[in-house]
Antibody, heavy 121, light 107 residues
């Protein structure tokens, strides 16, 4: 059974930093591209980071570029999201999500249960 | 960025009704459009990929259609377990974007 379990969320002051983790199991993690997607309190979904299976390619939207860094440790079956210079608008539930492992498929076939980040003074 | 506009924002229906949810793209995205269901306090679940392709384990009452800029998710005879939020997502170009969602609620 595919499982994605996020952790590391919490309350952070504006300008602060936090690192999220996503532990993967039930599939060959190193063969799959992965992403982080967030859901705002208003329920809007926003993709925030992508990493290829080997970690060699990463993409970010302009809203987080330069502030967020996605990485992975395939030996530990774990995905990470390092977030810095946090703003109130980064407040959201953060999900890790898997992309299918065939040819440039950028939809999400499995999602974790999410971890909540609140940015507030 | 490609903007996806979902309508209606809220749809109130009675179990047994058949419904159609719309997702319109700001520019052509071919068939690179996917649908997700999200029930209260749960994470999203993939329902339909590439506009009309079914997903293993998803009931056959869910179907998708469309290409280019106009897409539809249809639910044939809504069941009580179907109530929740529905989102579309495009993977035609970066950044991947989502629609604002349609809330399917019980009338």
């Amino acid at each position: 059974e595919v499982q994605l379990v996020e952790s590391g969320g919490g309350l952070v002051k504006p300008g602060g930093s936090l690192k999220l983790s996503c532990a993967a199991s039930g599939f060959a993690f190193s063969s799959y591209d992965m992403s982080w997607v967030r859901q705002t309190p208003e329920k809007r979904l926003e993709w925030v980071a992508y990493i290829s299976s080997g970690g060699g390619s990463t993409y970010y939207p302009d809203t987080v570029k330069g502030r967020f860094t996605i990485s992975r440790d395939n030996a530990k079956n774990t995905l990470y999201l390092q977030m810095s210079s946090l703003k109130s608008e980064d407040t959201a539930m953060y999900y890790c999500a898997r992309h299918p492992n065939y040819g440039n498929s950028y939809y999400f076939d499995y999602w974790g249960q999410g971890t909540t980040l609140t940015v507030s003074s | 960025d490609i903007v996806l506009t979902q309508s209606p924002a809220t749809l109130s229906v009675t179990p047994g009704d058949s419904v159609s949810l719309s997702c319109r793209a700001s520019q052509s995205i071919s068939n690179n459009l996917h649908w997700y269901q999200q029930k209260s306090h749960e994470s999203p679940r993939l329902l339909i990929k590439y506009a009309s392709q079914s997903i293993s384990g998803i009931p056959s009452r869910f179907s998708g259609s469309g290409s280019g800029t106009d897409f539809t998710l249809s639910i044939n005879s809504v069941e009580t377990e179907d109530f929740g939020m529905y989102f579309c997502q495009q993977s035609n170009s970066w950044p991947q974007t989502f629609g604002g969602g349609t809330k399917l609620e019980i009338k």
